[in-house]
Each structure stands twice: as structure tokens, then as C-alpha cells.
């Protein structure tokens, strides 16, 4: 008896894995690959050039999702991160597409400026909380003006 019960559901498993293999009906993975790629691809660069940063942000993140290993996908979803005001996020971004390609000047580049930001606006908030006559005002003060000052000669938004 449980040798018909098992041919039973041997039998019961080919039939399924049978009709499973019916492709009629199915487009090929790489054809549908291939088009979504190129539809988000195109979506996000239109939004991205439009300053639609809303939408650019939600068709790069899906373009990391379907090709994860595309450094200039990473690259253009830190510059969106930026113009969104997420410096945290584009740092993680820019550092993405800087482990898929070490060589990514401008991903160096931009890491550099959103951190060089980042350091500016901790020393003005530190003088928001010092006395004006503590010497690490001062300091403060002498840092926020040269970084500043680097910024304003080689860099409106990131490239």
C-alpha cells in the first residue's frame, strides 16, 4: 500500500512540474529584463533632467534594484539624494557606486563635497552652542570660512 501512495505522488509531482514547464504563454525573462531596464532607465533620466528629483529617486532605486552592479545608477541616485537634502543617503549611494567602480572620479568627487557640507554645518552648529570668546569659536569660525570658500570656487551641485 504506501508504495501506490508514494507512485501516487511521484506521479502527482511530475504532473505538476509538467505543467509547470508549459511556456506558451510566457514571455522570456531576458526580453522583459531587457525592457523594464530600458523603460526605468529612460524614466529616471527624464525625471532626473526635469528636476523631478521625487520620481528620479524612485526609478534609480529601482534601477540599483534590477541592476545592482551599474555604478552610474548609484552615482545619479546620490546626486538626486543631494538635491533632496539627504546627505546620508547620497553618501551611501556615491559609496555604492565607488565599490562597483573604485575608479568613479566623480562619485570621489561628490563623496568629498557632501562630506566637506557635512563637517561645515557641525562647526556652525558648534558655535551655535560656544561663547563667542572661546578660542574653538574662532576656530570654528576660520574652518566654516575656508570650506566655504572652496565650496562657493569649484561647486554649485554635484556633477
Not at 11 to 19: E, H, I, K, Y
Not at 135 to 158: M, N, W
Request: aromatic share 8%; net charge negative; hydrophobic share 40%.
Amino acid at each position: 500500500m504506501k508504495v501506490t501512495i508514494m507512485n501516487y505522488c511521484v506521479l502527482v509531482l511530475l504532473a505538476a512540474g509538467l505543467c509547470a514547464c508549459n511556456t506558451g504563454n510566457v514571455i522570456p525573462a531576458q526580453e522583459t529584463s531587457l525592457a523594464q531596464v530600458s523603460a526605468t532607465e529612460l524614466n529616471a533620466s527624464q525625471a532626473y533632467e526635469k528636476e523631478d528629483w521625487v520620481t528620479a529617486e524612485r526609478e534609480y532605486r529601482k534601477l540599483t534594484e534590477i541592476m545592482p552592479t551599474s555604478p552610474e545608477s548609484w552615482f545619479r541616485l546620490g546626486n538626486v539624494y543631494v538635491r533632496l537634502k539627504r546627505p546620508n543617503d547620497a553618501l551611501l549611494a556615491y559609496q555604492e557606486a565607488l565599490i562597483r567602480d573604485p575608479n568613479h572620479a566623480k562619485a570621489w568627487h561628490n563623496t568629498g563635497i557632501v562630506q566637506l557640507e557635512q563637517a561645515t554645518n557641525t562647526f556652525l552648529e558648534m558655535q551655535n552652542h560656544l561663547q563667542s570668546d572661546d578660542p574653538l569659536y574662532q576656530r570654528a569660525q576660520q574652518i566654516i570660512d575656508s570650506v566655504t570658500g572652496l565650496l562657493e570656487q569649484d561647486f554649485e551641485k554635484p556633477q
